[in-house]
T-cell receptor
């Protein structure tokens, strides 16, 4: 069955270190998204991609970057981790632009703690 | 700009009673609306969506949602709640224009008491 996976599931890192969170989907979806989830804020979009070599900033993109070199993967990099980036990170994907294909499918999440 | 509001942080209901989780939206153009559920320590799971057609949409786990254009609402409902329905529920709307982004509400925690 198609799925979307994230690794690691839990990560503890120190302030100032570079961290990369992996996201891999086997749906063959064009669209991929990274969110962070924090109490009181719901889900906030960090970055997204509509296809290979395409990346776009979301509402909370400062301090984060992504790259899309193939359809399956959208790694999220924290260039210099800060305590404010302690959060749960979710990756999601969706098929495309037609009316029936906007629903997003989510990975299990990565809990990141920055100390 | 598109937006959704979930006015209740938490909804409490007894097992066996009907449940409603509220969602209102603001969009320009035709709304594409979604409900997701999140169980503890899990990712969000798609429940149902409204794109067009019948105002009553049926989804997974016995849930349904009623689209009401005049009230700009898309409330999630279930006739008989189960303890296992206890989870965090998110309403979402497709962002405007030629975009694949979804705008999520802040979530409503549903607690079903035995």
């Amino acid at each position: 069955d198609a799925e979307i996976t994230q690794s690691p599931r839990h990560k503890i890192t120190e302030t100032g270190r570079q961290v990369t969170l992996a996201c891999h989907q086997t749906w063959n979806h064009n669209n991929m998204f990274w969110y962070r989830q924090d109490l009181g804020h719901g889900l906030r979009l960090i970055h997204y991609s509509y296809g290979v070599q395409d990346t776009n900033k979301g509402e909370v993109s400062d301090g984060y970057s992504v790259s899309r070199s193939n359809t399956e993967d959208l790694p999220l990099t924290l260039e210099s981790a800060a305590s404010s980036q302690t959060s749960v990170y979710f990756c999601a994907s969706s098929a495309g632009t037609s009316g029936s294909r906007h629903e997003q499918y989510f990975g299990p999440g990565t809990r990141l703690t920055v100390t | 700009a598109q937006s959704v509001a979930q006015p209740e942080d938490q909804v409490n209901v007894a097992e066996g009673n009907p449940l409603t989780v509220k969602c209102t939206y603001s969009v320009s153009g035709n709304p594409y609306l979604f409900w997701y559920v999140q169980y503890p320590n899990r990712g969000l799971q798609f429940l149902l969506k409204y794109i067009t057609g019948d105002n009553l949409v049926k989804g997974s786990y016995g849930f349904e949602a009623e689209f009401n254009k005049s009230q700009t609402s898309f409330h999630l409902k279930k006739p008989s709640a189960l303890v296992s329905d206890s989870a965090l529920y998110f309403c979402a709307v497709k962002d405007g224009g030629a975009t694949n982004k979804l705008i999520f509400g802040t979530g409503t925690l549903l607690a079903v008491q035995p």
